[in-house]
């Protein structure tokens, strides 16, 4: 059912000079999936999510975006990026500003919307992640946890059709990984379409609907989540779940 294909992504390669990042990574995720991404450390998972909004150029291969090919030159990058969030290891807000204009700045300034809106919307979306209280307070005051919750919000306030989440947890102290991992879970349940970079096996064996590993550029493994680590195919799968498990 092409219609519910919200990106394919075909044969995408990825080169830094002569380093050959990705290989031909051919993926479709339609509208409501929840994709885990695993994978050793230099794999490429990362310039995989980068590539999927444009931060990176692909040097090979489309990316199909809702039916329009993201990598051709007539698309229009800024709006299809709108549609596209991103949710970094470090957060990203802007240090400078408080929760409220970190979260109002984008659809102010990019989308137009009036500020009292803008604001009453942002207070919605804080509220739904318990941090409804903090809209007043500097990045700095905030613990991890709490600005990745932040970081989370301000993505969500552009109303994207997908997220894209590169090791949200990685960069936050053990207690506060749940925190964030449960916001993301119930975004999950909404039926937000999701792609998530992560090292956390028990979150992407409960949230994902599908699991790839990727292994020097290449996916090599593609599966449900009880299929994938229940009954890994791959050895390099195998080895890596050996160790992390
Ligand atoms: P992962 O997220 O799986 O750890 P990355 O996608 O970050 O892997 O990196 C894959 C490889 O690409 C690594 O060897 C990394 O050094 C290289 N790489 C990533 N970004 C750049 C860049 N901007 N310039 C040059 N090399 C890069
Ligand atoms: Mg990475």
């Known amino acids: 059912m092409s ?14 000079k002569h380093l050959e990042v990705l290989k031909g990574i051919s993926i479709d995720i339609c509208k409501g999936d929840v994709l885990a991404v695993i994978g050793p450390s230099g794999s490429g998972k990362s310039t995989f999510l980068r590539c999927l909004n444009l931060l990176e150029v692909p040097t090979g291969g489309q990316i199909i975006f809702e039916g329009v090919d993201i990598t051709s030159k007539q698309t229009d990058i800024n709006k299809m990026r709108q549609k596209i969030g991103m949710v970094f290891q470090n957060f990203n807000l802007f240090n400078n500003m408080t929760v409220m204009d970190n979260i109002t700045l984008g659809p102010t300034k ?18 739904r992640v318990g941090l409804a209280d903090r809209a007043g307070a500097y990045p700095i005051q905030l613990s991890g946890g709490q600005k990745q919750r932040v970081a989370i919000v301000r993505c969500l306030a552009m109303q994207p059709d997908v997220m894209l989440f590169d090791e949200p947890t990685s960069a936050l102290d053990p207690e506060m990984v749940h925190e964030v991992l449960d916001v993301i879970q119930k975004l999950a349940q909404d039926g937000m379409t999701m792609a998530i970079v992560t090292h956390e096996m028990a979150f992407a064996r ?19 989540p009880e299929e994938f680590f229940a ?11 050996g160790k992390v498990l």
């Open 110 to 127: 990019i989308k137009g919307v009036p500020k009292a809106e803008a604001e009453k919307n942002a207070l919605e979306l804080l509220g």
């Open 3 to 16: 219609q519910d294909k919200l990106i394919e992504v075909k044969g995408l390669e990825k080169k830094f």
């Open 206 to 224: 409960e949230v994902a609907s599908r699991v790839i590993f990727i292994d020097e550029g290449v996916i090599v493994e593609d599966a449900a």
């Open 231 to 241: 009954n890994p195919k791959n050895p390099r799968l195998k080895d890596f779940l």
